[in-house]
């Protein structure tokens, strides 16, 4: 009787972690392809084009999934976001695994996914294809098996960590903050032998081993992340402080932030759960490093999953009994507040319907992403307003591109004023035009312009025509994107002919002057 019982409560264990990952992944296949790429989905897409060992603001992994994505499903809005989708459902069944391997039940497991699945801040990580759904899912596999070896005594699972790790290092470099928490956390624990270990020797050299081609790249070109960081934090990180990182982390969570709270506070100061406390440690070491550092609040989301699982194994064990009714308001709370908020994580309407949304949820005010990155709140979001207005950019490059005769297609240059949206762009949407790609010289863009361009004549995009009349007689206007919901409203495209000046020589000159400074060693 005893072990029926058990049966049929691992039964309903892992039905209800199935529900979950399957409302997960119907929440993002149904909505994923409701709004056009963001401004930076764009971009990591382009890499698959262009495999390298590095690119100027990330590693190469993201290069590599874009890679594989456009093999499989092409130019696919929700093909490119099927994986963040993917990533975002295995985080939920890790966060079962955790909330079970913890001692927690049915009730624990439901806090915790529900915390998950219904977070804003996480519906938007799993909805875009960025770095940062795949950093989550490595950041919360890592802390599993680090919890693993701690509760089993085997350090043998620093090996698969050391992986791990480097691959994390590679998708994005933020992972030494991780690695320094989680280093000073277990220094000052009771396991701190398992530093000693020769496993964890033999990690750290399979790691360095996995990150030598990205650092010899970096190298041989500069060191482009030092000067994408210094170039960061003079145009966003500057706007940001200790209230602004606190509502960020706080409002990219909403009311689950009740929940992994609880678990943070559990896993410091606990006694019974002491032997997790180094986790505890790490995470709120990671927290508090991402603070001092100025930087945005999602950059700490990756240590959240695991502290929904902590909470909800710690709001099962402790708020029971009389405090049972305390429990269920708190889960009843975080479901009304999350499905409130659901637009503002999760492109289900229409930006008509949006906008009409926000008007009645003026309590949202708050969440991070209406503050842009020049530090103020606009009633929009700048994620949302980069998701806009990109396919009818190229409608309107099309439209040039078509007027030109076929000798002036083969030499024609369609150039994009230091914007990797509009390069993207060009590239994503104008393929259904048969358009070639744009040049321009901002982010790793500058890596894939040409030394040289035909002196045909150039479809220009930008905002305003800037000092085109220097260096052409004939410019034309042929469009201008009118879309109050997007970033760039007001966007133009200019066909530019009867050159003034030599442009091959001008552009060229452009090309050595802007490629220059991630060319140090030439």
Do not use: Q
């Given at each position: 009787?005893?072990?029926?019982?058990?049966?049929?409560?691992?039964?309903?264990?892992?039905?209800?972690t199935f529900l979950f990952?399957?409302?997960?992944?119907?929440?993002?296949?149904?909505?994923?392809?409701?709004?056009?790429?963001?401004?930076?989905?764009?971009?990591?897409?382009?890499?698959?084009?262009?495999?390298?060992?590095?690119?100027?603001?990330?590693?190469?992994?993201?290069?590599?999934?874009?890679?594989i994505i456009k093999t499989i499903f092409g130019y696919s809005v929700s093909g490119v976001r099927l994986i963040p989708a993917i990533l975002g459902s295995l985080?939920?069944?890790?966060?079962?695994?955790?909330?079970?391997?913890m001692g927690g039940g049915l009730t624990a497991l439901i806090i915790a996914s529900a915390s998950y699945l219904l977070s804003p801040g996480f519906l938007l990580l799993d909805t875009l294809f960025t770095p940062n759904a795949t950093e989550q899912f490595l950041w919360l596999l890592v802390t599993y098996l680090i919890f693993r070896m701690a509760v089993t005594g085997k350090p043998y699972y620093w090996i698969l960590t050391g992986i791990l790790l480097g691959i994390s290092f590679l998708n994005k470099y933020s992972v030494l903050f991780?690695?320094?928490?989680?280093?000073?956390?277990?220094?000052?624990?009771?396991?701190?032998?398992?530093?000693?270990?020769?496993?964890?020797?033999l990690a750290i050299a399979i790691g360095i081993a996995i990150i030598t081609p990205n650092i010899i790249w970096q190298y041989s070109h500069n060191w482009p992340v030092i000067i994408h960081m210094s170039e960061l934090n003079r145009t966003q990180l500057t706007n940001m402080n200790l209230f602004s990182f606190l509502a960020d982390l706080f409002s990219l969570?909403?009311?689950s932030t009740v929940v992994w709270l609880f678990g943070l506070t559990s896993l410091l100061f606990m006694k019974e759960e002491r032997r997790f406390r180094f986790i505890g440690?790490?995470?709120?070491?990671?927290?508090l490093m991402f603070l001092l550092l100025k930087g945005k609040g999602y950059y700490a989301l990756g240590v959240i999953p695991f502290l929904f699982a902590a909470g909800g194994y710690t709001m099962e064990k402790y708020l029971c009994g009389k405090l049972e009714s305390v429990r269920n308001s708190i889960l009843i709370i975080i479901i009304l507040v999350s499905v409130t908020a659901l637009p503002t994580g999760l492109p289900l309407l229409s930006f008509e319907k949006y906008s009409d949304y926000r008007g009645h949820t003026k309590f949202l005010k708050i969440y991070p992403f209406y503050r842009w990155e020049d530090g103020k709140v606009r009633d929009i979001s700048q994620v949302y307003s980069d998701m806009a207005g990109w396919s009818?950019?190229?409608?309107?490059a099309a439209k040039a591109y078509n007027k030109l005769s076929e000798d002036e297609k083969k030499n024609c240059t369609i150039y994009g004023e230091r914007n990797y949206g509009y390069a993207g762009a060009i590239h994503f949407y104008g393929k259904r035009y048969g358009l070639p790609d744009a040049v321009t010289f901002h982010e790793s863009y500058i890596f894939w312009a040409p030394d040289s361009i035909p002196d045909g004549p150039l479809i220009y995009i930008n905002s305003r025509q800037d000092d085109l009349s220097e260096l052409f007689?004939?410019?034309?206007?042929?469009?201008?994107?009118?879309n109050k919901y997007f970033r760039e409203n007001g966007l133009k495209v200019f066909i530019c002919k009867s050159p003034k000046r030599d442009i091959s020589e001008v552009y060229r000159n452009l090309a050595l002057k802007e490629k220059s400074i991630y060319n140090p060693h030439e």
């Open positions: 009787m005893k072990t029926e019982k058990i049966f049929f409560s691992c039964s309903n264990y892992a039905l209800v990952i399957a409302v997960k992944l119907c929440l993002h296949l149904c909505t994923n392809s409701n709004y056009e790429l963001h401004r930076d989905e764009l971009l990591y897409f382009n890499m698959g084009d262009h495999l390298s060992f590095g690119y100027a603001t990330v590693p190469p992994v993201t290069g590599f999934l874009a890679f985080s939920l069944l890790m966060i079962s695994k955790i909330v079970r391997e991780f690695m320094a928490g989680f280093f000073i956390a277990l220094l000052f624990s009771e396991y701190r032998k398992l530093l000693w270990s020769g496993y964890l020797f969570n909403l009311a440690t790490a995470s709120l070491l990671i927290i009818e950019l190229a409608g309107y007689g004939e410019i034309t206007e042929e469009g201008c994107v009118r």
